[in-house]
Antibody, heavy 122, light 107 residues
Framework: QITLKESGPTLVNPTQTLTLTCNFSGFSVTRGDVGVGWIRQPPGKPLEWLGILYWNDNTRYNPFLKSRLTITKGTSNNQVVLTVTDMDPVDTGTYYC??????????????WGQGTLVTVSA | AIRMTQSPSSFSASTGDRVTITCRASQGISTFLAWYQQKPGKAPKVLIHAASTLQSGVPPRFSGSGSGTDFTLTISRLESEDFATYYCQQYYDYPPTFGQGTTLEIK
């Protein structure tokens, strides 16, 4: 069974950097076509794709946010880390990590983590 | 970016009804389309990918069709647990984009 879970701060100040960790299990990380993506959802609004990391180190980012996003492997083989710089109140929302069943380039997701709500406020 | 437009944005229906939700892409996306169901406070769950392929474990009352720019999600007989918000997502072009959602409410 594949599971994912996000963790990180629930409150960040404007201009700070957000760092979220996704811990996952149930799928192999030795294959280059295994992908973990990040998606966010402002309160009451639609979903927004942020980016994806494949285990062969291929990453893709939403071009509208690319300069602020970094997705990397974590310290263990079952972690992916999302970093968002220069946080603004409009970045408030629930951040999800999700498994991409592949193949590479087919960016649909199943399953998703439970999500973590991040609020940007002073 | 490809714009995905869903219709209606919300509507009411009764258990046992047959319902159809429409998703239109601003340009052709072949069949690179997924449908998700999201309940309040929960993560989205994929129902269909490749426009018409039912995800494992999803009840067969859900079906998807379409190609190019026009797609539909059909629920053949609504059950109480189907009242939720539904999103389409294209993954034909980068970046992937989602529709604005369709909220299905109990009549």
């Amino acid at each position: 069974q594949i599971t994912l879970k996000e963790s990180g701060p629930t409150l960040v100040n404007p201009t700070q950097t957000l760092t979220l960790t996704c811990n996952f299990s149930g799928f192999s990380v030795t294959r280059g076509d295994v992908g973990v993506g990040w998606i966010r959802q402002p309160p009451g609004k639609p979903l927004e794709w942020l980016g994806i990391l494949y285990w062969n180190d291929n990453t893709r980012y939403n071009p509208f946010l690319k300069s602020r996003l970094t997705i990397t492997k974590g310290t263990s083989n079952n972690q992916v880390v999302l970093t968002v710089t220069d946080m603004d109140p409009v970045d408030t929302g629930t951040y999800y990590c999700a498994h991409s069943p592949g193949p590479v380039g087919e960016w649909w997701f199943a399953p998703w983590g439970q999500g973590t709500l991040v609020t940007v406020s002073a | 970016a490809i714009r995905m437009t869903q219709s209606p944005s919300s509507f009411s229906a009764s258990t046992g009804d047959r319902v159809t939700i429409t998703c239109r892409a601003s340009q052709g996306i072949s069949t690179f389309l997924a449908w998700y169901q999201q309940k309040p406070g929960k993560a989205p769950k994929v129902l269909i990918h490749a426009a018409s392929t039912l995800q494992s474990g999803v009840p067969p009352r859900f079906s998807g069709s379409g190609s190019g720019t026009d797609f539909t999600l059909t629920i053949s007989r609504l059950e109480s647990e189907d009242f939720a918000t539904y999103y389409c997502q294209q993954y034909y072009d980068y970046p992937p984009t989602f529709g604005q959602g369709t909220t299905l409410e109990i009549k």
